[in-house]
Structures are given as C-alpha cells and as structure tokens.
C-alpha cells in the first residue's frame, strides 16, 4: 500500500530532503509540504551538496528556508523528494542508508526505488513534476494549501514539463486549479525562477556545438560533445541546434558523467526514451548508474575518457533504431 496522505508525519521532527544538484521541482515540492505541514509537523528542507541556479533564485525569490548539507542527527523521520534511488542524493546516499529513523518517499522517476519500504513511498512515474503528486497528497490530507505553496506547486509543474512541451489535458487541468489558488500570472510564477545563463554556460553550449561529432543512424542526427561542464545544458542547446538526441558529458578524477536530450516530437513519432533505450542498457553495460526521464536522463560511471561512453550511447541508439527496422542499420559520422 503506497502513502496515502501526510498523516504519518504529523507530531514529528522531519527533514525533508531533495536530491543533489537540487532543482525547481524538487525544492519546490520540499517547499510546498514545508509550508502546508506547518503546525502539524516540525520541517526542515535539506539540500544535498548545491543547488541548481533556478532554484537558488526560486528560493531568493519566495525567501524560502533550507539548509544545505544538513546533519540527519535529532531528525526522526526523513522524507525524500523528487528522488528515488540512494546515489541521487550524492555524498548524502551513504547517510541515507545508515539513518536509523523513518523514511518517507514521493518521487515521479522510475517505480524502482531503492529508500523508503512501499507504504512510507508514493511514486507516480507518469507524473509530469512531484509537486503534482505533493497537490494530491495534500488534498487527500485536506490539508489548507496557503497560496504560496500553490506557486511552488505551479513552478514544479511549469520547470519540469519544459514550460509544457511535455503536458497533457490533466497537466493543464491541475495547472489551472494551482494557478487559481497562487494568485499569480503565469508571467509572475516563471520570473520566480527564471535566471539569466552563466556567462561559462553559455560558452560551454558554444564550445559543445564546436567540438561535436555528428552521427546519423537511419532518419536519426545524434551529437555528441566531451564537455568540462554544464553537460545536461549543452546536449538541449545540441537539440535546439538541429540534433534529434544529443549527449554530452566529461571525465572527472575517474569518474564519467553523460547527459542526455532529445526533441520530444521527433522521439514520441519513433517510440524512443532516453532513461529505458539508452541509459538503463548503459549501466547495464558499463556499470554505474543510468536514469531519469525519456526526455532528460542521464549516467553516472566510472573511466578515465567520457569517449567510450559516448559513442556507446550512440550504438545504443543505432541499435534501437535496427531492431525497429529489423535489419542493422550502419552508423553514418559526418565530418
Ligand atoms: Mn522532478
């Protein structure tokens, strides 16, 4: 039986945690139970490691409290969010696995968790954000949702659907609710996390499109880059380039990381997913980890060159598309 409302938590101490790298949705959902558990439970929001750049002007925006790399000492109940498996939470998923108290779970990734026992977890992977399923939660709670936990709910919505480039008529039905309850135009909610880029990342987008190989294996352009960092950033500025699928990633230490992107249009016409055809039979291959979402997704290994992992995703992807046509197809490079 998964979690059915937030009443296990009420009277105690918990720390809600998001995963490392800390997004919109993620900070957000932590946000939106902060605010409405509010004398029902005692809350803290805890950050593993950073926070992305969205949410760090989302917090500024909406004076949201948290505190990164918390102690999970004098907490007795942990309640995770938008994350499913331990190494998400980067140095924190070692502490996850020793901490003696609680544990809670609400994320919209892959059903395959690996934190919380299934009545303490409440996962939907066909949820566009978590902070959707953090708005049903507290319904069925019948919990008083204040309207700034209607905008952190909205701004989960609107971050993790790509401004609605993955939406469907039930997105647009609880956005419409949501906003109704934020009091505040669509305008507004996205000025609350909007950020203008880095000057580094907007190099590494440009360094990405100089320094990548071009592949076609049947109809599909796949772009692949070697990039020191803002990996997930460079394989979508790839894609808005003219790529279907990109990915991008480095070697650091030895240790590899790819992230992957694709346009969704071209990807739902050929039944392509980033997480399930790419980089589960990745991690499968190589080791290390491999998830995410079809649209976004990525791989934590090991190596000394993020080289074999590279053109391994794009045998991946070649290999998706012969077994469709039932023939191999060969892996054309553009140079
Ligand atoms: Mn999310």
Known sequence: MPLKSF???YGRRILILTHAGCDVDALSSAAAIHFSLKGKARTIIGIPEHMNNSSAAFAKNLKLPFTVNPSLDGFDALLC???????????????????????????????????????????????????EIVHDLLKASKVKIQSRAYLCIAAGIISDSSSFMVAD??????????????K??????????????????????????????????????VA???????????AGALVRVGADIAFCGYS???????????????????GIGLAKDV????????????????????????GESVEPALLKCV??????????????SQVKEYS
């Open 169 to 182: 008529h039930e997105t647009f039905s609880i956005m419409a609710e949501v906003m109704r309850g934020a």
């Open 252 to 270: 650091d230490k030895g240790s590899v990381r790819v992230s992957g992107r694709l346009n969704n249009a071209w990807a739902k016409r050929n």
């Open 279 to 302: 980089f589960a039979p990745l991690a499968k291959e190589l080791g290390g980890e491999g998830g995410g979402h079809a649209g976004a997704a990525g791989y934590n290994g090991k």
């Open 224 to 234: 692949v880059a070697d990039i020191g960092a803002f990996e997930a950033d460079a």
């Open 81 to 131: 969010v938008d994350f499913g498996r331990a190494v998400m939470a980067g140095s924190y998923g070692d502490k996850l696995d020793s901490f003696r108290g609680e544990k809670f779970l609400i994320d919209h990734h892959s059903a395959r968790q690996d934190i919380a026992p299934q009545k303490n977890a409440l996962v939907k992977s066909n949820a566009i954000s978590t902070t």
């Open 315 to 328: 045998g991946l992807v070649n290999g998706f598309f012969s077994k469709k046509a039932g023939n191999a």
């Open 7 to 9: 009443s296990p938590l």
């Open 184 to 221: 505040a135009s669509y305008a507004q909610i996205v000025s609350l996390f909007s950020v203008e880029r880095d000057l580094s990342e907007k190099v590494a987008c440009l360094k990405a499109c100089r320094r990548c190989r071009i592949f076609r294996s049947g109809d599909a352009v």
